[in-house]
């Protein structure tokens, strides 16, 4: 397991707990991991769930295998492309 950390963003799949199989694997920013592990291995940690263009979804508590997180790129965030709008300068009266 790579050392994980707030900021990090993290891929939760089937090294972490068998109910992540498939596509039910998530990629996650990480807010805080748990201090102590309630069962040898197993943590708590808190995120926000990344859709495919890096956006913020859904925040999410999880209860994962600490040795099944791994680190992943963290993806391109692709902003909503605004139209431009041309303004005509106002004239003072």
Sequence with gaps: MAA???????FI??????????????LIRLVSLGEVDPY???TWLTGYV???RGMAKDKRELYVMRAGLR????PAVVGKQGRRRRV???VPA
């Design 88 to 90: 005509s300068p106002r």
């Design 50 to 52: 990344l859709d495919a």
């Design 4 to 10: 994980v950390k707030p900021g990090d963003v993290v």
């Design 13 to 26: 799949g089937r090294a972490c707990s068998v109910q992540f199989t498939g596509d039910r694997a998530l």
């Design 40 to 42: 040898n291995g197993w």
């Design 71 to 74: 680190v992943a790129p963290a």
